[in-house]
């Protein structure tokens, strides 16, 4: 059975970036009738907190990204144990003494050396009584996985055949010296235990998963499919790694951005396949292949998300706002008229209450000198609300038989004068609408 996970660490809210992870991952789960696991990786215990958890479900709840089952890697620290105890009996697990400025140290010396700067594994030259007098001196070291100097290959889902030779990377920490279990490990363990099957990921992960790959076999399993997506650069290609705080999915939604108009951005972007609003979560899974993705950095620009928001209201039926616009005083009678007149002309569901309060209390009108004169007139010959849909037409026929007035000269000033504005949904909806006759 096909097997993907989202695995957020909750040392902080949700932003686009997670999203699109979040959102393949869901999506080759769900085409496939697969499973989707929502995996907690709060093995820091200093920095996750229990109310980014509950933003997490609430951030994907909202987006309708539903899991079949949540795990929290805090409850299985006994078994990265166990296979940190496998590494050691293998021989593929050491500890290493050396202090921050120290590794800096070696890896300019490296660099100015014209070699890469990996570590140089001179741990493992240690006798037991210098281990012991180190953790004396500077406590508990941290355990360094031993990679086999060999090349690592895959095919990815996304880049193709990927070969990395290990020896340009550094043993990888596993644990460090206070005791922390790091995700390089612990994402091996639930991965392989878990029966994960596909893992799509950014691609500042591709190393990770190489050396991954070699823990994967030293603890005698398979790995699951890689795919790397593209990360996500501000719309003139800048890093958005300094901005993701201000594209956070909960800011996101208090802005109005609609759940359906993220999901079909992000579930497009990047690919050759063109953006849609889609019908439904359904379609979008339907038409998601991960094989139109590339490797290029993916240009995102968040205004993009308003036009779409528009659209998925446009769209929408009236029963599913009918509540909103109860709580807005809409009379019943006019409520599915408000919304048939009303969406066309918004950007986010925000937008509605300043509609109805146009209707509900009149524009502000906006009449030139010149027009004052003729405005005061046609407002004179206009009766009492309520009006009807043929309102609009016999009055501007009257007014104009009395003006002379006809076309733009006619209508834009009326208009203008009625709602404050040039331009709008048509005036014989918005005629029926109005609460209140129109004044100057």
Known sequence: MTTTRFAPSPTGYLHVGNLRTALFNYMIARKAGGTFILRIDDTDPERSKPEYVDAIQEDLTWL????????YQSRRLDRYAEAADALRA?????EAFETPTELDLKRKKQLNMGKPPVYDRAALALSEDEKAAL???RGQGVWRFKLDHERITWTDGILGDISIDAASVSDPVLIRGDGQVLYTIASVVDDTEMGVTHVVRGSDHVTNTATQIQIMAALGHGHPEFAHHSLLTGPQGEALSKRLGTLALRDLRAEGVEPMALLSLMARLGSSQPVEVAGSLEALIEGFDLSTFGAAPTKFDRADLFPLTARVL???PFAEVADEIAALGVPAAQAELFW?????NITTRAD?????Q??????APLVAEEDRAFVADAFARLPEPPYGPETWGAWTAEVKAASGRKGKGLFMPLRKAVTGLERGPEMADVMRLLQKKPTL
């Open 64 to 71: 309708g990204l539903t899991w079949d089952r949540i795990e």
């Open 340 to 344: 048939e007149v009303a969406r066309a």
């Open 90 to 94: 293998a021989g593929r697990f050491y």
């Open 352 to 356: 509605l209450a300043g509609w109805w």
């Open 135 to 137: 953790r004396a001196e």
């Open 358 to 363: 146009l209707f509900r209390d009149g524009g």
């Open 314 to 316: 446009h769209a929408t």
